[in-house]
């Protein structure tokens, strides 16, 4: 019986390590710097936070209305608000921002005012840092770890990239002379920095696209483009990356040593959204009042996986692994298509005030409408 008892507890000792070592491996970030310590006062937090059927917001635009871990993050003309899928309120901060952003890495949130010189940081539940800039902000990114990164306007040159811990304490700086930044991205570990902008020269202008590390002065990798325009950075994890343009996408894997183009087709690009797991999503549409619109879903290589007809003119979509959530009209759209399914296409009716939705989990979304966010049942 002693021996029986031993070989038991020593099965529950592994399961118990196991489990440990996948939940360390899984949701490692969370033992980035402080984020354990704000990961234990978000869950406690969240304890006695009453559950809303609707939050009132008002007026908030699309791309201020998104995922923050597994919850939701938005911010509208006075208030930045954290909702969990219950529509619990776990942060509520006003602002006085007159055209206010907001960025999330899986831990925090960066908001900041463009075109002002404000922005404050925050965890789920508190936050961490309000500061002011002596320049505007152009744009901006905030990493799991300490470090998040500001794009400004300069006296001297075209605009400044900032990379600064949360508390405000200098970590990198470098000057562009010719070129105006766009977007600007920072990977998980707040070591690695990449933008896209406009670069003027003589007659010619031409889009690129630079990699920093920040305990390096040069960029690690430069790629000029001419017929496009890239508005969208983002990191898929600490070496990976896409850049989305008005005529054509790339990705750049381990920083840059390779890449992948995928030039767009000749209809107009409408709308796109990226997704950390897998990949992007690019709407297209052959008209001037861009209906009957078309998806594609790229993966992280930029190699096309899916085409979807909707039909439809679409308001927004979201990725989410192999799915997408558009909205159209006074419909919500799930769809999804691959390799070796046939597409599939569920819809639901909503006002037609919704502007976006965004998905809890397959049953679940968050809906923005006009000026209030609910929760709808897709069942």
């Known amino acids: 019986m002693k021996i029986k008892g031993k070989i038991i507890l020593h099965i529950l000792v592994f399961s118990l390590i196991s489990f440990l070592a996948v939940f360390v491996l ?50 509208s003309k006075s208030k930045f608000v954290v909702l969990s899928s219950k529509l619990q309120k776990l942060l509520e901060i006003n ?7 907001v960025k999330n890495s899986n831990f925090k949130s960066l908001i900041f005012d463009s075109d002002g010189t404000n922005f404050m940081v925050t965890t789920k539940s508190k936050e961490l840092g309000n500061l002011s800039l002596e320049q505007k902000i152009i744009t901006g990114d905030i990493s799991d770890r300490d470090n998040l990164v500001l794009v400004t306007e300069s006296d001297e040159y ?7 811990s949360v508390n405000g304490e200098d970590k990198y700086q470098y000057c562009f002379s010719k070129l105006y930044v766009s977007d600007v991205a920072i990977n998980d570990s707040g070591d690695k920095v990449a933008i896209c902008g406009i670069q003027s020269d003589g007659e010619k202008t031409k ?34 990356l896409v850049a989305i343009g008005d005529k054509l996408s790339i990705s750049m894997q381990n920083l840059g040593q390779k890449t992948k183009e995928f030039e767009y087709p000749k209809d107009s690009l409408c709308l796109s959204s990226f997704d950390k797991s897998s990949g992007i999503a690019l709407s297209f549409s052959s008209t001037h009042d861009e209906r009957n619109q078309y998806i594609v879903m790229l993966d992280k290589n ?69 000026s209030e966010i609910s929760v709808i049942n897709l069942k």
Not at 158 to 164: A, G, L, Q, R, T
Request: glycine content about 4%; charged content about 25%.
């Open 26 to 75: 899984i949701n490692k970030g969370i033992f980035y710097s402080n984020n354990f310590s704000n990961f234990i006062d978000d869950i406690k937090n969240r304890q006695n936070k009453p559950k809303n059927s609707t939050i009132d917001i008002g007026e908030v635009t699309p791309n201020n209305f998104i995922k923050f871990g597994d919850d939701l993050s938005v911010i």
């Open 95 to 101: 602002h006085n921002f007159q055209y206010p952003i």
């Open 158 to 164: 075209c605009c400044e990239m900032k990379v600064s």
């Open 207 to 240: 889009s690129v696209i630079q990699i920093f590390d920040i305990k390096s002065k040069s960029a690690l990798f430069i790629k000029e483009f001419e017929n496009n325009v890239f508005f969208s950075i983002d990191f898929f994890d600490d070496k990976n």
């Open 302 to 370: 930029c190699q096309q996986t899916a085409k979807i007809e909707t039909g439809k003119r679409l308001k927004s979509i979201v990725r989410e692994k192999n799915k997408v959530t558009a909205i159209s009209e006074s419909q919500l759209l799930i769809l999804s298509s691959g390799k070796f399914q046939k597409q599939k296409v569920h819809s639901k009716r909503v006002p037609i005030s919704c502007q976006k939705a965004i998905p809890i989990s397959n049953s679940k979304c968050f809906l923005l409408g006009s």
